[in-house]
């Protein structure tokens, strides 16, 4: 069985500042982790995944994430808030045999100029 | 086009109709996922097939609830019945294949098919 858990269903920051996007996550088998992000109408676009070659990932737009195994975390962080990042952010765990992503229930990013 | 195409974009049902959903896959992708997401919430998976093989159903709701991909590429998502609570937008994702490396195993989601039921 796999979870996830989104702390923070809205998170506000100001241009240029710091984005920390929180994640937690259960599974029984070693995970595939994911962020993804979804503007207005408009499907789930992949930021970055976690394959377990590296605990610190990089994803567009100057995203990146870090797992961290002993606090079952993954959180997204971004150096300087713009914002064109306004938007619902979702982190999801994969199985790696079935394919099939459990998603946490999504944090909206609001910008202040 | 070189993504996935979900139509119709909106759908208004009265309650009781049978609705059909269509999800065109990126060209080649043998996986294909169909998730719920209901307001608010995220995507909850569905259903799953690889061509035309629906290998996990685990995640339609009812019995009104029927997918099929008959010849591996086009899928379609049948409600029966329609009720209120089906009110979601639903999300189709392709991969190239599920397993294996994970290069090959990233969704590409549509922009989904907003259902709503009076």
């Known amino acids: 069985a796999q979870s996830v858990t989104q702390l923070g269903s809205h998170v506000s920051v100001s241009e240029g500042a710091l984005v920390l996007l929180r994640c937690n996550y259960s599974?029984?088998?070693?995970?595939?982790l994911f962020w993804y992000v979804q503007y207005p109408n408009q499907g789930l676009q992949l930021l970055l995944k976690?394959?377990?070659?590296?605990?610190l990932v990089k994803g567009i737009n100057d995203f990146e994430a870090e797992f961290k195994k002993s606090e079952t975390s993954f959180h997204l962080t971004k150096p300087s808030a713009h914002m064109s990042d306004a938007a619902e952010y979702f982190c999801?765990?994969?199985?790696?045999?079935?394919?099939?992503?459990?998603f946490g229930d999504g944090t909206t990013l609001t910008v202040k100029p | 086009g070189a993504g996935v195409s979900q139509s119709p974009r909106y759908k208004v049902a009265k309650r009781g109709q049978d609705v059909a959903l269509r999800c065109d896959p990126i060209?080649?992708?043998?996986?294909l996922f169909w998730y719920q997401q209901a307001l608010g919430q995220g995507p909850e998976f569905l259903t799953y097939?690889?061509?035309?093989?629906?290998?996990?159903k685990s995640g339609l709701p009812s019995d009104r609830f029927f997918a099929e991909r008959p010849e591996g590429s086009v899928s379609t998502l049948k409600i029966q019945r329609t009720q209120q609570e089906d009110s979601a937008v639903y999300l189709c994702?392709?991969?190239?294949?599920?397993?294996?490396?994970?290069?090959?195993?990233?969704?590409?989601f549509g922009a989904g098919t907003r259902l709503s039921v009076l």
């Open positions: 999801a765990v994969s199985n790696t045999n079935a394919g099939k992503s459990t």
């Open positions: 060209s080649g992708h043998v996986s």
């Open positions: 976690y394959t377990s070659a590296a605990t």
């Open positions: 097939f690889q061509n035309e093989a629906q290998l996990d």
């Open positions: 994702a392709s991969s190239l294949e599920a397993g294996g490396a994970l290069a090959k195993n990233i969704q590409y």
């Open positions: 599974s029984s088998v070693p995970p595939y």
